[in-house]
């Protein structure tokens, strides 16, 4: 089993679509990994038709049992975030659970437990099938919740029991160099670093890449959107060879590439000028996928077209 | 001086710090061996700086891993405890083994 994920610091980078792109050359012995547990699109990406769904407990809820609560209103007084209310004349307090941090700071200061605890739902997780044949987990939090390092845990422990011996398992990370994306990237054998070719793109991966060079991780990137400003695709270069990162290839900004993920399809399967640099880049990470050499293979890549 | 693997299955080491399931905890002092549940490996959030508290609690002085994340180095560092990294897939009986051969 080997597990690559794709990464990029800054949001809309192109990590889902450069991971539903190897997803496609992996199969039939992939499964994806959709980790961006805050807005996951990988099953659209992929085209997904979910088969089974479970809940996410995160950890316990507050309730306030008012059988036995006497209205003495210490824990209204040890919130700090507002979200004991109380009403009537004798007061009757309760938790209103939207504005609950879940701190139990209530639980701790009732004197007689009349604060209890309930396994509260903080979002699903679903196994889906997708058009490409493979399978895809991914999960969705209740608005509000934050409890993502986790749920990607759970995303990855999910993946890892559908995939075989032999699989490749594809995790898409989150955004971000947060707590998410360290357990979406930790004990991962390659990270790809999605660098969009602007500004931003470039800072926000130069962060990543530090995280991932603290972590000792085996890395490899990949530009998007290059061409459009050649001052930018030399500056994102000058980053990834500063952070001593290898460079599969450069994707270009063209419309074959949007207009394929309009129709449902990944950049696997673009038949334009824009086939080259994706069948190179993928090559070249398959060169390093070999490398690694537990015998896993992400696919052969087709021949590329006249 | 006390050295701590992470570990999942009680047979090999984790190739993550923070939410493995269990630390193995050898002493080189009296050859002493435990498997330590780790409590926090479910956390919501904060695994790894958790892990690294309650591995200072122990009076570890060393933790042998594949990897370990930022926050979770700082406070490790912070504790005075050492980070000595090795390879995934190993054995625990053959990382133990190495540490009792220095």
């Not at chain 1, 009732?110 to 196994?127: D, M, N, Q, R, S």
């Not at chain 1, 824009?274 to 052969?300: E, K, N």
């Not at chain 2, 001086?1 to 009680?10: H, Q, R, S």
């Not at chain 2, 891993?65 to 980070?83: D, M, N, R, W």
Request: aromatic share 4%; hydrophobic share 45%; proline share 4%.
């Amino acid at each position: 089993m080997i597990t690559i994920c794709v990464a990029s610091g800054k949001g809309g980078a192109g990590k889902t679509s450069i991971a539903a792109a190897l997803a496609a050359m992996a199969r039939p012995t992939c499964v994806f990994a959709d980790c961006d547990v805050d807005a996951a699109n990988g099953a659209i990406a992929l085209g997904a038709a979910t088969t089974a769904r479970e809940p996410y407990f995160a950890g316990p809820g507050f309730m306030i049992n008012s059988e036995i609560c006497t209205g003495c209103g210490l824990c209204e007084a040890s919130c700090r975030f507002a979200a004991i209310r109380s009403e009537g004349d004798p007061p009757r307090f309760m938790i209103v659970s939207e504005l609950c941090e879940r701190c139990g700071a209530c639980y701790e200061r009732c004197p007689i437990k009349a604060v209890v605890t309930y396994e509260k739902t903080a979002g699903e997780l679903f196994v889906s099938t997708t058009r490409l044949g493979i399978a895809i987990v991914h999960a969705e939090l209740v608005p509000g919740e934050d409890t993502s390092g986790k749920l990607v845990r759970k995303v990855r422990e999910r993946a890892q029991a559908i995939a075989g011996e032999h699989a490749t398992i594809i995790v898409d990370a989150p955004p971000g160099i947060g707590c998410p994306v360290i357990a979406s990237i930790s004990g991962c054998d390659l990270i790809i670093v999605v660098v969009e070719a602007s500004a931003s793109g470039i800072r926000d991966a130069e962060r990543l890449a530090k995280l991932i060079v603290s972590m000792g991780r085996r890395t490899i990137a990949i530009i998007n959107k290059a061409g459009l400003n050649p001052d930018m695709d030399a500056r994102a270069r000058d980053m990834l060879k500063a952070m001593g990162i290898p460079l599969a290839g450069e994707m270009p900004f063209h419309p074959s590439l949007r207009s394929a993920e309009e129709s449902g399809e990944t950049w696997m399967t673009v038949d334009s000028v824009a086939r080259h640099s994706v069948a190179s880049a993928l090559r070249a990470i398959q060169g390093l996928i070999d490398s690694i050499g537990d015998g896993s293979r992400v696919a052969a890549i087709e021949e590329e077209k006249p | 001086m006390k050295y701590a693997l992470p570990t999942d299955d009680g047979k090999t080491v984790s190739k993550v710090f923070g939410r493995a399931k269990n630390f193995a905890i050898y002493d080189t002092e009296d050859s002493s061996y435990a498997i330590l549940e780790n409590e926090g490996a479910d956390s919501e959030h904060g695994a790894g700086t958790g892990a690294a508290a309650f591995l200072a609690t122990m009076g570890v002085g060393s933790v042998v891993v594949p990897e370990v994340g930022p926050k979770a180095a700082e406070t490790l560092e912070q504790a005075g405890i050492g980070i000595e990294s090795l390879g995934t897939g190993i054995s625990l009986d053959d990382a133990i083994a190495g540490i009792r051969a220095r």
